[in-house]
């Protein structure tokens, strides 16, 4: 006979190996010898009915799992974007910090310095970054007034 505590071990083993195994379905099948555990503990049964309570209880438990991943798996827009972090910086605001001429300069974007094209615009200029194409930015000038991107400018 298996005692009660046994199934509480093994589900805190196998609770313990989801935090160091990839996947996810191991606390299902650890909250099946939990219940088991319970069960053991309260009745006393067999063996048998031990090993009958541990199956059901995994398998009512992993397919109940299915519908909680199902709804919290759902990508969101930045997971999306994970290897395309340059296409986060579309919208974003800066300054021109070398001078564009014939459609190429500098322009600091938070910390960080990028090669630019758009129209020509001196330094100081506060520019919208329209796109990204390598390791380049294509920005327009902001409009001061309105605080929006000027769209009488070609990029």
């Not at 063996?47 to 759902?74: E, K, N, P």
């Not at 796109?131 to 309105?146: E, L, T």
Request: aromatic content about 8%; proline content about 5%.
């Amino acid at each position: 006979m298996i005692p009660w505590w046994g199934w509480a071990i093994l589900a805190a083993l196998l609770g313990l190996a989801e935090m160091h195994a990839p996947g996810g379905y191991l606390i299902w099948i650890a909250l099946g010898a939990a219940l088991t555990a319970a069960v053991d503990a309260v009745y006393h049964v067999s063996v048998t009915a031990q090993v009958v309570i541990m199956m059901l209880a995994s398998c009512v438990s992993c397919f109940a799992g299915y519908f909680v991943y199902r709804h919290t798996d759902r990508r969101q827009p930045d997971a999306a974007m994970l290897n395309q972090r340059d296409a986060l910086l579309v919208g974003e605001r800066g300054v021109v910090c070398s001078d564009i001429v014939h459609g190429e300069g500098k322009v600091r974007l938070g910390d960080t310095v990028w090669l630019a094209e758009g129209p020509n615009l001196p330094t100081g200029t506060a520019v919208i970054v329209k796109s990204v194409h390598r390791a380049r930015v294509r920005v327009r000038p902001v409009d001061a007034a309105f605080g929006q991107a000027s769209h009488s400018e070609a990029p």
